[in-house]
């Protein structure tokens, strides 16, 4: 394909190759031994070569069309929870219902491209539906929507069939993410939606964080179905020794009672409470009579010092947000209001807001609160003193070029590693309104760690907004700006709560006024975790200098209460170690890891629970009305597992279930294109050989 300006150049090219096959032809037929007819196609052969090599200052191009079609993706969705085979025709739809499920993927596949998916506390795409085994602890479909309309929704997705009985215990409402998706959702309704006679508990209710000696409170939730005059037992139990119990009549076939009971927290860290209702006769299942809850008994309250220079909205939103946490106390002053003989040792963090300023009393607070080792969190803004700033702590040095203040709003740090804020928080920094911060130039010390950068405008910088000094003698907190009061606000207009925003504050104050490990190497994981969570651990590696390093392995190995063994490996990160050591059944477990560096092995133990989830033996009552619904508004159909053969019919009768042709058009210069290279050195080949042959003859 030529351009309008190089077509002004085909006169002169053909001139050219023209009068240089001239030359030759007349000099050809001065050389008796060839015939005209030679002399013709030798002047066409030279000709030719030459238009084809000239022409290639013109740069010519050729278009290429590809054709691809995309077959319509069906996606098989079968439900793995557990419910599935809590129910009289479990056996059944094991031995028949997969084996259709296969039979109607192999009709589909021809026309269609079938892919499987298995879905229940999670979604996952599975190559036979033999992976389903129905262990999962949960059912989530609004996961599995997600899932689909993030994997496959530009890859001509037609049609999804869920396989499932509408029992959802987890997650949002799949009818509220309808709207968002363009599919229709075929529904195969399993399981019974007969109400069978059972007794259950449905919801407890309790501190999972209490204080040694206080009383908290306990309240369970009983249901019951079809057992009208059957009488039960509720039980409380510690260790095997009883805390409570209650006889109770169920006097309705739709019974539902409420137990509110005290205990008492009489021993420090995590406490397991087993509770429990009696049996009654003909009851359908007994996986939903026992529920085990874990209770973290704290020696105290940690207390947390608010001092500001000045009034202003962030101290009330600070103590808010802290407050929210039953963990912390909180005490509030004006530093003019503040009582020199406080007892500083008696609290746990300090929280500085504008401090220091130009206030030489500041001082003596700081040295003081650094003289008893509390950790502190500094809030900067328009009155702090930054030459005195920088004095007070090694981590941050900041050097004003402007007395202005400069707006700046939260970027996340994904490689910060202290502690680890929630998705939706990660996700909503971006509308969080800017803070006030000091314009100037940043010197970071090599042990601070940023959790938030800051953004000028649309400028990204690696200035820290939020970020922590952690060494052996020191952990600092600084927030460079003022205007947290903003963030709660936002918070609040968008999702009507401040959950985010205060988690930012919770977690640094959680990491600040943790006590200080000063051993070189140290695992960190939850103490609890659900038996549907998988079990996450960090480990971390310090040389002597408490610098974080990676370069050894770290083992761990867990072991159950039968004192079977489980090993493991921590993958490597940036500059610690992680491990996902999968999902365990309910339990206590303990841990040993170990790893060699400098010639050292270090070690580190610890213990942590798995509790019960009951969530797919609360309710076995198959919800067909909500596949119904899923199906009529996706403007697609339920049906049942003896109709599952219909189901090839109704997608080949739909209009809007068909392949995706793509058409691409390429342009090629054909000076990269070497069969064009080898036709010009085909023509003088041929040329000069059929010249020298009948030259000869």
Not at 211 to 226: A, C, G, M, R, T
Not at 400 to 420: A, E, G, M, R, Y
Not at 586 to 614: D, L, M, P, R
Request: charged content about 20%.
């Amino acid at each position: 394909m030529l351009t309008h300006y190089s077509l002004w150049w085909i006169i002169p090219i053909l001139m050219l190759s023209f009068g240089a096959s001239l030359l030759l032809y007349r000099y050809s037929k001065g050389r008796k031994s060839f015939t005209p007819n030679q002399r013709i196609l030798l002047f066409a052969l030279r000709f030719l070569a030459f238009l084809l090599c000239l022409s290639l200052f013109l740069m010519p191009s050729i278009k290429i069309k590809s054709t691809e079609t995309q077959k319509p993706i069906i996606l098989i969705a079968q439900d793995n929870s557990s419910s599935i085979l809590q129910t009289k025709d479990s056996l059944a739809y094991k031995t028949t219902l997969l084996d259709e499920i296969e039979d109607l993927r192999n009709d589909l596949q021809n026309d269609y491209n079938i892919k499987l998916i298995s879905f229940g506390n999670g979604a996952k795409e599975i190559a036979t539906t033999k992976k389903i085994e129905h262990q999962d602890k949960a059912t989530d479909l609004s996961e599995l929507l997600e899932m689909v309309d993030q994997t496959y929704s530009n890859h001509n997705l037609s049609a999804l069939i869920i396989s499932t009985d509408g029992i959802v215990n987890k997650g949002k409402s799949p009818l509220n993410m309808l709207q968002n998706l363009s599919f229709p959702i075929f529904t195969i309704a399993l399981g019974d939606t007969t109400i069978k006679k059972d007794i259950a508990i449905t919801e407890v209710r309790y501190n999972r964080i209490t204080y040694l000696n206080n009383d908290f409170p306990l309240e369970i939730v009983v249901n019951s179905q079809k057992a009208k005059g059957s009488n039960s037992i509720l039980r409380v139990r510690k260790e095997g020794v009883m805390l409570y119990e209650e006889k109770f009549l169920i006097d309705n076939d739709a019974f539902s009672k409420q137990f509110n009971t005290i205990l008492r927290a009489d021993k420090t860290g995590i406490q397991h409470y087993r509770i429990s209702v009696e049996s009654i006769e003909n009851e359908q299942s007994t996986a939903n009579n026992t529920r085990d809850i874990y209770v973290e008994v704290l020696d105290g309250r940690q207390k947390v010092l608010l001092v500001a220079n000045s009034p202003s909205p962030d101290i009330s939103a600070l103590k808010q947000a802290i407050e929210n946490n039953e963990n912390y106390q909180v005490e509030s002053y004006l530093f003019n209001k503040l009582d020199k003989k406080t007892p500083l040792k008696d609290y746990n963090i300090a929280i500085l807001h504008q401090i220091p300023s130009t206030n030489p009393e500041h001082m003596r607070l700081i040295e003081e609160l650094q003289k008893e080792d509390i950790p502190i969190l500094y809030i900067i803004g328009q009155q702090t003193d930054m030459p005195y700033f920088n004095t007070v702590q090694r981590g941050l040095q900041i050097t004003q070029t402007k007395s202005s203040l400069n707006q700046v709003t939260p970027i996340h740090n994904p490689n910060f590693t202290l502690f680890t804020l929630t998705k939706p928080t990660q996700d909503l920094l971006n509308q969080f309104p800017p803070l006030q911060s000091p314009f100037g130039r940043y010197n970071l010390s090599p042990n601070l760690h940023s959790l938030m950068f800051q953004k000028a405008g649309a400028i990204s910088t690696d200035y820290p907004l939020i970020s922590f000094l952690n060494t052996p003698s020191e952990r600092v907190g600084i927030i460079v700006g003022e205007g947290f009061w903003r963030w709660r606000m936002q918070n609040f207009l968008i999702n009507e709560t401040h959950s985010e925003a205060d988690e930012i504050i919770h977690k640094s104050i959680q990491y600040l006024a943790s006590k200080v490990n000063k051993s070189r190497f140290r695992v960190i994981c939850n103490n609890v975790f659900a038996e549907n969570e998988a079990v996450l651990m960090d480990a971390e590696l310090y040389n002597e200098s408490y610098e974080l390093v990676n370069e050894s392995d770290v083992n761990l190995t867990i072991t159950d209460s039968q004192n079977k063994k489980y090993p493991f490996t921590f993958s490597k990160t940036i500059n610690s170690h992680h491990l996902n050591a999968g999902i365990f059944p309910s339990g206590k477990y303990t841990y040993n890891a170990t790893t060699h560096y400098g010639g050292t092995t270090f070690t580190a133990n610890g213990i942590f629970y798995i509790s019960t989830q009951n969530l797919e033996s609360v309710n076995l009552v198959a919800d067909h009305n909500l596949l119904y619904n899923i199906s009529n508004q996706s403007n697609a159909k339920m049906i049942y597992p003896n109709q599952i053969k219909q189901l090839k019919d109704l997608i080949k009768e739909r209009k809007d279930i068909k392949p995706l042709i793509t058409q691409t058009i390429t342009n090629k210069n054909l000076i990269d294109q070497w069969w064009y290279l080898a036709l010009i050195v085909l023509l003088f080949a041929a040329e000069w050989f059929l010249r020298k042959y009948w030259g000869s003859i």
